[in-house]
């Protein structure tokens, strides 16, 4: 949590149409009698009949979907226990496993409240799918007399079995916020209270935890950084999915190879993907700068991907299923928006928040994505920089180190490539005219340097990594130059260009169309 709490009793007074807020025509469907603070989740436990049914909740408000998120129906609210009033920031998860007395596949709703008049987070529980709800537990409760408020709790469950939940603190006096957590092993009683992030700068507020984990068992969380830091996203990573190491260290900026990052609001989640055993790390935030700090073209139309092992290194971005380009600093557009990739990774559900009629209100799209292309089948690779250019053979010629260069789509054997996969994602492309392969020149890790034909080798210079952007593009990435990708240089749109590797930019000339 990291403004101001005075717009909350605009937002919660009537839900849905209460704030007022210019349009900024979000992409997807809206999902109707929706509010703020969008989770989704798959059922994995219960009657054999619910196995894949969606259940989302947005503010506690709980709906279901039994067509894999095309459509959705309201099952209601979760109620409030006597004595208590909500306040904001509901979260939803399902138990992986039993916990205590609680089943696999109980159904947790857990958000801000006010109990007895003290600020407090509240869990309550559904074992019937979502249909009806119970009261908990109080797992954090702030003294009488403190005006500060305890938010936005989310949950794992720890390798050693504990249920695991974190939340924003700014009751603690030794901090503007900070985030803390508790754990139970019997699924009713809480302990082991404890600081996961802690800032010794007084006016940083971090707050606003995700936590996935990892198919090495490992546990990757997302946080934001506000105060001095501006809301910047950081993460870090857990073997045992409670501890995180120093509560000072402030963890690990998000960021791509050309320096882009996120700010509000984070979520993460884990993914299969075909490009790696590690699977892909994805993570949405409220709005995307570049480098230098401005505001990136691409702020509120993309997401963050990342397949590196527990999340390390340098992110991509592909294209968000929800598109909010309106979004900037405000508690709706693009704020905290939930994501939940297919069971085969194959697609990305999202909900997403923007203003529509003056309220705030969630959007909804699945869009594919981590497509890779068929082994053996043939394409021409056309330059989303330069449309009307396609990856040709200079000269139909048979030498090694003939250029690869951008030409005019011509239909031609010459801009037929075809892949051949080689394990472990990458792809040999070679060249249906002539039979040479695109060949990082050298293995070199340098960027700038140019990128030729050479006899296949069936070696890393020659792999390539389809990095799908879900907008219907690639990425190319090469194999031995460890971070490289296929690059148009300077955006040219002149036929004959010939092609480089680049660091990662993101931008339009390092994506390519298969046809």
């Keep these: 949590m990291h403004r101001i709490r005075s717009w909350w009793s605009c937002v919660l007074s009537v839900c849905l149409f209460a704030c007022i807020g210019s349009a900024h025509a979000a992409t997807g469907t809206v999902l109707q009698g929706s509010t703020l603070y969008p989770r989704v989740v798959r059922l994995e436990h219960g009657p054999a009949n619910t196995y894949g049914r969606l259940i989302a909740s947005t503010n506690g408000i709980i709906f279901q979907s039994n067509d894999n998120g095309a459509s959705w129906n309201l099952l209601g609210p979760v109620p409030t226990a006597p004595g208590s009033s909500e306040r904001c920031c509901a979260t939803l998860y399902e138990l992986p496993q039993q916990v205590g007395s609680l089943a696999a596949g109980t159904l947790i709703s857990a958000g801000s409240y006010f109990s007895g008049g003290n600020p407090a987070v509240e869990v309550y529980i559904s074992t019937n799918q979502g249909v009806s709800w119970t009261y908990h537990s109080t797992p954090a409760l702030a003294a009488d007399n403190n005006h500060g408020g305890l938010w936005e709790p989310e949950f794992s469950v720890a390798s050693d079995g504990a249920l695991v939940m974190f939340w924003s603190d700014e009751t603690d006096p030794c901090c503007s916020q900070k985030l803390a957590q508790i754990r139970s092993y019997n699924g009713s009683t809480w302990q082991d209270r404890t600081d996961t992030i802690r800032s010794t700068i007084q006016g940083d507020r971090p707050g606003m935890i995700t936590v996935s984990k990892l198919p090495n068992g490992h546990y990757f969380m997302s946080n934001e950084l506000c105060g001095p830091a501006a809301c910047t996203v950081f993460s870090r990573t857990s073997t045992d999915g409670w501890n995180y190491g120093d509560p000072t260290n402030m963890g690990t900026r998000v960021q791509t190879a050309a320096g882009q990052y996120l700010e509000h609001a984070p979520l993460n989640r884990w993914s299969p993907s075909v490009l790696s055993a590690n699977g ?56 905290s928006s939930a994501l939940l990739p297919a069971a085969d990774g194959s697609s990305i559900l999202e909900l997403a928040s923007d203003y529509l009629n003056g309220g705030c209100i969630v959007y909804f799209a699945s869009e594919p994505w981590n497509r890779l292309p068929a082994d053996g089948s043939t394409h021409a690779l056309q330059s989303v920089q330069a449309p009307a250019l396609c990856l040709d ?84 990435l090469n194999q031995a130059s460890g971070s490289l990708i296929l690059d148009d240089p300077a955006g040219s749109t002149t036929h004959g260009t010939q092609l480089q590797l680049w660091t990662d930019n993101g931008l339009a000339p390092q994506q390519w169309i298969l046809h």
């Design 280 to 335: 892909a790390i994805l993570l949405v935030g409220q709005v995307m700068y570049e480098s230098n700090g401005n505001v990136s073209a691409s702020n509120g139309k993309v997401l963050f991907a990342n397949t590196n092992v527990d999340g390390g290194g340098n992110w991509y971005t592909i294209a968000a299923p929800v598109q909010v380009p309106g979004a900037y600093d405000n508690y709706c557009p693009n704020y």
């Design 393 to 476: 053979n200079t000269g139909w010629s048979t030498a090694n180190n003939t250029s690869a260069e951008l030409w005019d789509c011509n239909n031609l054997s010459v801009q037929n490539w075809t892949v051949h996969a080689k394990g472990g994602g990458w792809f040999s492309i070679q060249n249906q005219a002539t039979g040479l392969c695109v060949d990082n020149t050298g293995g070199s890790t340098s960027p700038g340097n140019l990128v030729t034909l050479w006899g296949c080798v069936n070696n890393a210079n020659q792999n390539w990594q389809f990095m799908d952007l879900g907008n219907g593009s690639y990425k190319l």
